[in-house]
């Protein structure tokens, strides 16, 4: 009785393809743009919105190809890597009859400090990525940094 969605109301004892076109009313990448200093990776997420007002998360469904892929490689599932050179990217996101792009740019980020400890000739900082660093007098070691010498300029401690 049609049930098949192949045009006909005929009987079928193998499956056929349907003549049924998904189409989507919007995209929408989360996040819509990225940021990502060298070698990092992140995720995206690809959300359909149907005419009748339904989404779907179709992430892995969608395909995704990069205007540079030197800068920023994307793939199959959606998960965007920078290379080494910094720059900007484009990602072109494709669902059946969408597409949609999402900008990413490659550059260092500076990390900002998330503790800071000062001795009496000597001091310590705690970044937001976990890592410490330290500068000062380091006659006893004090600094962590596995020497005694003194360091005028901050370096990262032996610590984390």
């Not at 920078?82 to 484009?90: D, V």
């Not at 550059?107 to 000597?122: F, I, N, W």
């Amino acid at each position: 009785k049609g049930q098949l969605g192949d045009g006909t109301t005929q009987n079928r004892s193998t499956p056929v393809k349907s003549m049924l076109v998904i189409s989507a009313k919007q995209l929408a990448a989360a996040p819509s743009t990225v940021l990502l200093p060298p070698s990092q990776s992140k995720p995206l997420k690809v959300t359909a919105t149907y005419a009748n007002g339904s989404t779907q998360d179709v992430t892995t469904q969608a395909t995704y190809e990069s205007s540079h892929p030197e800068i920023a490689a994307v793939n199959a599932t959606g998960v965007i890597t920078a290379g080494g050179t910094p720059g900007t990217a484009t990602i072109t996101v494709r669902y059946y009859d969408q597409t949609i792009t999402v900008p990413v740019q490659v550059k260092e980020v500076a990390t900002q400090a998330k503790r800071l400890s000062a001795g009496g000739s000597h001091t310590l900082l705690v970044k937001e990525d976990g890592t410490v660093w330290a500068w000062g007098q380091n006659e006893k070691g004090q600094l962590g940094d596995g020497t005694t010498i003194n360091r005028p300029v901050p370096v990262k401690t032996n610590g984390q």
